[in-house]
């Protein structure tokens, strides 16, 4: 018996034909295409991955290996970037993975059931069992990880640290940092030729992008730092130090400000609250170390400006020894020292440059004293009359670059490493900590640097300065 099928619609052959054809074309596609291969995040797993190098070369693991000891076991290409994931396993033993691609998979003949024809992955002893297990989440889930490797180049080389990994050859500050950034989250550090920068998560509320980075003043200051909310930030630096360490610098910070600024106004009184929504600060250092040079700029919003900038000046000239020693000469090789008191050695001068109005009090022989500056609300003070001159004069110094870091720049300056650390040491009695982002720096003294949000997403970045 046959069965004549009839259809009513003219556009129902039509229909039946293209369905025909999709299915032909969606079966030869199945049966030419692979699965996608999965990539070194989706097979590292999730619990034991401590550390994940994306494009690691030969080169740059040697560098790492003192902060990185592992990467001394692996056998690395000479050329190009490889992918090698650090594992920790259950008895707190490290292990590696390295997952090779290019040319030297041809030489390779034996193979893990997870190789692929462009890809082959080695590991230590027991590392590879850890890899790709059912129902074992993946680095790839990880929502830290798929936040910062968003920022992540794919030419580029970075790596993701976990909030589990640890560090080889590092000081206590390190420690300390470590541990305060451990609390907020994992990190992504990216490096290059001439830069790096690290990245994490931590929200932040209210951020505004910073409109300038500190003047590039002559000398050039060894550090330098422009900030938005100044307030708000030193409160939070303030506390990343251990309470023992806080006092310290707290007493070392208060003997400086007496040496240079006087007991009769306060830092906290009298300076702070003439900052404004932002604010730049640059220090230098004299060779000798007798002598510290400031310049603090920003746009103050305080309604008793004009009382605190007073009582800062009569802090100063209470602090200027009022002593002058003169000596001369005698024959037969004597030399009479005299020292007498001469008030008059102090001077007090009010001038205008240009659209500021400049007050002045110093000691006239050797030029130490306060110099503020006001332009409407722009407010700047010194200690140093040249470097007020630099942004006073008719030809203001040319504003400083920053690195360009991702989303929002809200932090930047100049660092001289080696000018820095001379000063924590002998200013702060700090030791300036060998921090990763020093680890992933390029070679070089002299750095810019920023401080940038994104989202969530707070990211570190250091460039050398051309």
């Known amino acids: 018996m046959m069965f004549r099928l009839r259809f009513t619609h003219p556009l129902v052959p039509i229909l039946i034909a293209l369905l025909a054809v999709t299915g032909t074309v969606l079966v030869g596609t199945a049966l030419f295409l692979s699965p996608r291969e999965k990539t070194a995040s989706e097979l590292l797993p999730l619990q034991e991955t401590v550390a994940f190098f994306h494009n690691l070369t030969l080169a740059d693991a040697e560098r790492l290996t003192p902060r990185f000891p592992i990467l001394g076991e692996i056998s690395l290409p000479r050329e190009g970037g490889t992918d090698v994931g650090i594992l920790r396993h259950a008895n707190g033993l490290y292990g590696w993975v390295v997952f ?7 030489t390779i003949s034996s193979r893990f059931p997870l190789d692929t024809a462009s890809r082959v992955i080695r590991g230590s002893s027991g590392a590879l069992a850890l890899l790709a297990r ?7 889930e990880l929502p830290d990880y798929r936040t910062l490797a968003r920022l992540a180049p794919e030419d580029g080389s970075w790596v993701f640290l976990t909030k589990n990994v640890s560090f080889s050859g590092i000081t206590e500050e390190d420690r300390l940092l470590m541990q305060h950034l451990r609390d907020r989250s994992s990190l992504l550090v990216q490096w290059g030729t001439a830069s790096a920068a690290i990245s994490f998560i931590y929200p ?4 505004a992008k910073l409109s300038a980075a500190p003047p590039a003043l002559t000398p050039s200051p060894a550090f330098s730092v422009a900030l938005t909310y100044p307030r708000d930030t030193l409160e939070a630096i303030a506390l990343l130090p251990s309470p023992s360490a806080s006092l310290l610098l707290e007493g070392t910070l208060q003997r400086q400000w007496e040496h240079l600024m006087g007991t009769e106004a306060s830092a906290a009184y009298d300076l702070l609250p003439l900052l404004g929504r932002e604010a730049s600060v640059s220090v230098l250092r004299s060779r000798t170390g007798s002598s510290l040079r400031l310049l603090l700029q920003t746009h103050t919003q305080d309604p008793d400006a004009a009382r605190h900038i007073d009582l800062l000046h009569r802090s100063v000239k209470q602090a200027l020894s009022t002593q002058r020693i003169t000596r001369q000469e005698l024959p037969e090789g004597f030399a009479i020292t005299t020292i007498e008191d001469d008030p008059g050695i102090i001077e007090q001068t009010r001038t205008q440059s240009g659209a500021w109005a400049v007050r002045a009090t110093f000691r006239s022989d050797t030029g130490e004293g306060l110099w503020t ?18 942004v006073t004069g008719k030809t203001p110094p040319l504003p400083g670059t920053l690195p360009p870091g991702p989303g929002t720049t809200v932090m930047g300056g100049v660092l001289e490493r080696t000018a820095a650390r001379s000063f924590l040491k002998n200013t702060l009695n700090l030791t300036l900590p060998s921090t990763l982002l020093a680890t992933f720096a390029p070679p070089g003294d002299r750095f810019l640097w920023s401080v940038s949000h994104t989202g969530q997403v707070a990211t570190v970045t250091v460039e050398m300065e051309n």
């Open 134 to 140: 059912p129902e074992v989440p993946s680095l790839s």
């Open 100 to 106: 090779l691609e290019g040319d030297v998979v041809r």
């Open 373 to 390: 500056a006001t332009n409407g609300r722009r407010l700047l003070v010194t200690n140093d009359a040249a470097w007020a001159g630099q």
């Open 204 to 207: 932040i509320a209210g951020i």
